[in-house]
């Protein structure tokens, strides 16, 4: 099959004809929108942006278009980052440069329009206005990348995210997509590309951080007719989303990055084992191989090569172990998703017994550029052993959530503070929680500490996949402790006996300390202090003795929080109280008789019951009966509930 | 109901055993939940013992042995939406609802599902009714949303397994 006409010449140069040069040139400004031809309105409809109401926005923009009988283009575009402030509308005017709008909901859409289609810009709404060297600026409207959410980042992987239309594959080759896939094939046998990668120090995005190149030639080394080449977009860690963000926002940059990698290691066969909670990713993702495909760009004989490669989806069905490589070759096999000891490694012996790869999406977006510009350029940003840059996802408490792209090495600090905006209503920093249910949390001594995979080893915490979650004084590590092995004893695989039976015993442990005094019956007080002896001994005895990777990181976050906020897990155990006011079993709720008007609203919505009193005159909690729900201080409209 | 499960099952003809969790997804989708028939003949079609079937079925998480609610309501319970009380907001919805997570409401109205995590921390907590996401959610808007599909006409298109 042949090229498309417009990759063939941006990669070849100019054309022979000048007159088809300048058809092409004409068509690559048009698809890069440098300039329009008439009003064309952006809508960020990826999930965030639908969450916080992007449809109607969308529907509110076509209802005023049609109203007005304005002709106007509306292009849905994924997401640009900045979740907080979705839904995010963008505005581009013929000769003028496009401008973008924050936290449009569907009612603010006539009044922007209106307003943005004669030429003004209402300052309360506007974020910034992109740099395009072809039209015309907006007066007193500052730059998109001078805005201190995006100034400080480097964006690679999200380049083109919340910019382009993600169902257009011109448009992704308009912005030299595809490119290093040509470049790779023409100039490169698969052990140079393995090379480049290599030299790249291109690490695995995922959580382990392994070479990527290195991981390849295992592959390519080991012997068999068929090697296979799976992308794992199994994003189970609470808290992460760029793999979602990326394949929604530019699905055609995972599939020119599985194309490469998978003619790095001469697999002909990939599969993409992506999360079914994440539909419109799917969606997307379908969209986007059929396009290449109907390209040439996946499928039989690739550009006139000999690889071919055909990508096949497989939608995971909820298993947080599944993220493991031996358990999601398990799950693609049809099996329970339980890990196998290593060796043999997958490289060696994997999906069904053939050498495989496992490459993470964001390990695989990365890759366009790793080819494209070259090992050195790449291996240029960063710290010794972190090379490029790490997507984070930005959330918790701070004022700015969304997806960032950072250099490596860029300082906790900026990232929560500068990007993020800092803690919101005027509360302390506590800490941020980084790499999921397998990671650590970073305290305020360590802000200053670089992101690095071995300077966030120092601190017990790992890369991972990259979530960040900010916490404020409000937080309470016990209980953020007790949260995530909540969530990592229900979600092990019940193979090997430390991480199954482990888990539940530090959960119960953790259970014990927030519990209040009153829910404690004889001998369970005794039980709760030897068991709190026991905490960290059994904590290592985890780490030290698990199957997989899930079991071993898996008493991270007690590990964690017992190194740094001891005097949190203190208070709850000595003192039986919750400095934060999280713990609900700790926190004794009163009613300020002052305040109170005896509406007899907190005694109705109380479910046990606890609150006593007469109409018009001061009620009373009982505390032996309190469940600490939490319900009365929702329906009080006094402020006369008091919490301690 | 049977025709639906052939018209799966035709779509993979000589099936390994690798096709049993897309098989087993799509039924879901077609009937919204894992009957006992449909797992007896999806082992039969593969030539995989019931057991087995089972096996990998309760291993994950997605899928269900009970048919779900006409509104299929799901709780984040992931470290962003933790971190912004959603303890207290799955709390809520179930004192709005009446059930436990996982469980059908008697009248077939509403189903309750923790989720661990929908990938939109940016906006938590986050809480997903029928596939749409409703940010930024509050104890006391919990009430609000539920009731916002209360009111609605029963729905019967299927595409709610997002």
Redesign the interface.
Known sequence: MKLPELLSWMVDGEAVDPAVSRQHQQRLAELRREDVSRPTVFVGAG??G???GAKQTLAAVHTYLDSHEIKADVVMVGCVGL??L?PIVDVQLPGRSRVCFKQITADKVPALLESALAGTVRDNLVLGQYRQAASGIWPDVPFLDEHPFFAPQTRWVLANCGVINPSQIEEYIARGGYGALVKVLRDMTPEVACDVVEQSGLRGRGGGGFPTGKKWKFARQSPGDQKYLICNAD???????MD?AVIESDPHRLVEGMAIAAYGIGASKAYVYI?????LAIKRLKAAIAQAEANGLIGDNILGTDFSLHVII???????VCGEETALIH????????PRPRPPFPAVSGL?GKPTIINNVETLANLPTVISGGAERFAALGTKTSKGTKVF?????VSR???VEVAMGTPVRKIVFDIGGGIPNGKAYKAV?IG?PSGGCIPTQHLDIDVDYESLKMVGAIMGSG?L???DED?CMVD?AK??MD?IQR?S?GKCIPCREGTRRMLEILQRITRGRKRERGIESLDRFKSVLHLQSLAETIRDTSLCGLGQTAPNPVLSTLRWFRDEYEAHIYDRVCPAAAC?ELIIYSIDADKCRGCTVCAKKC?AGAILGAAKSPHHIVVDKCIG???CV?ACRFDAVVKQ | MTTDLDAVLQRYPNA???????I??EVQQEQGYLSRDAVVQVGRHLRLPTSKIY??AT?????RFQPQGRNHVQVC????????GS??IL?AVK?ELKIEAGQTSRDGEFSLEV??????????P?ICVN?E???GVT??SVGKIVDSYRRKAPRNDGDET?
Do not use: W
């Not at chain 1, 999360?275 to 539909?279: G, H, S, V």
């Open positions: 999930t965030c639908l969450g916080a979740c907080s979705e994003e189970g860690d609470p808290g992460a989303f979602r999360r079914a909670e994440y539909p497989k939608m995971g069905a909820g298993a947080f799950s693609i096999e049809g099996r329970r998703g339980m069904f996802a930005l959330s918790g408490k959530t969304g997806l929680q999921g979530g979650v900010v916490m937080t953020v949260f995530f969530f979600e695989c609900t479910p729900c939490g319900c929702d | 390994s055993r690798d096709a049993l969790i897309p087993l997804q096996g990998v291993f994950y998480n997605q899928f319970r992931g470290t962003a939406c933790h971190v912004k303890a207290a709390d004192r989720v661990a995590c929908i990938g939109a921390c940016g906006l938590a986050v596939g996401f409703h940010a104890t006391k997002a």
